[in-house]
C-alpha cells in the first residue's frame, strides 16, 4: 500500500486551511507558496474536496477557500477518501478474489491492516494536528519571520512614502 502524493497534499493543504481558519478564505497561491504544492495540482485535489462538503469556496476579492466545518469535526480519512485516494494494503483491493483460484493464504492479515489504517485515519482529526507540537513549532517559526521580514520590509517603506509625501 502507497499513499500517493494525491492524498498527502490533500491532508496538507487541508492542514494548511484549518491553521488559517480564523483568517479570511484562502487563496490556493497563498496554500501552493506556503507548502510548495503546484497551484494547478491544487486546483485539481480542491474540486473532490469541494464536492464531498469539506471545504467552501468564496468568489472576488478576497475569495478563496475555507473548511466547510470545524476541524475538529474533519477527518484526515475523510479528506484522503475524498481525492479517491485507496487506503487498502490488500493486492486485490480489497476483492475476495486474490488469485484465479480464489482469496490468497495473506488477504485477511492484509485486510485487517488496512481497516487499521483508516480506522486510525477516521481517527485523527484536523484539529488534532494543527495541536500537534511539530505543527505549532512551525506556526510559530513562520510568524517569528513574517514579523522579521515585516520589520526589515516596512520601515524603508515608510521612510519612502513619508519622503514622497514631502516632496524630498
Known amino acids: 500500500m502507497r499513499l500517493t ?6 491532508v496538507t493543504a487541508m492542514l494548511d486551511l484549518a491553521i488559517h481558519a480564523s483568517e479570511k478564505p484562502t487563496n490556493l497561491a497563498d496554500i501552493a507558496r506556503r507548502q510548495g504544492i503546484s497551484l494547478s495540482y491544487l486546483e485539481q485535489l480542491f474540486a473532490p474536496l469541494r464536492k464531498q462538503a ?5 468568489r472576488g476579492p478576497g475569495g478563496g477557500y475555507k473548511l466547510a466545518r470545524d476541524a475538529a469535526t474533519i477527518f484526515v ?8 485516494e485507496q487506503l487498502d494494503a490488500t493486492r486485490c483491493s480489497g476483492e475476495r478474489d486474490c488469485q484465479s483460484k480464489g482469496v490468497c493464504l495473506t488477504h ?14 477516521q481517527g485523527v482529526s484536523l484539529q488534532d494536528l494543527v495541536e500537534r507540537k511539530q505543527v505549532q ?5 513562520r510568524r517569528g519571520t513574517a514579523k522579521i521580514l515585516e520589520r526589515r520590509v516596512l520601515p524603508p517603506a515608510r521612510g519612502l512614502v ?3 509625501a514631502a516632496g524630498i
Open 108 to 121: 485477511s492479515l492484509w485486510q485487517d491492516l488496512s481497516d487499521h489504517i483508516r480506522g486510525y485515519l
Open 162 to 164: 513619508s519622503r514622497m
Open 5 to 10: 502524493t494525491k492524498g498527502r497534499y490533500a
Open 77 to 84: 480519512g475523510e479528506v484522503i477518501e475524498a481525492v479517491d
Open 137 to 141: 513549532k512551525m506556526i510559530e517559526r
Open 54 to 58: 469539506l471545504v467552501v469556496s468564496a
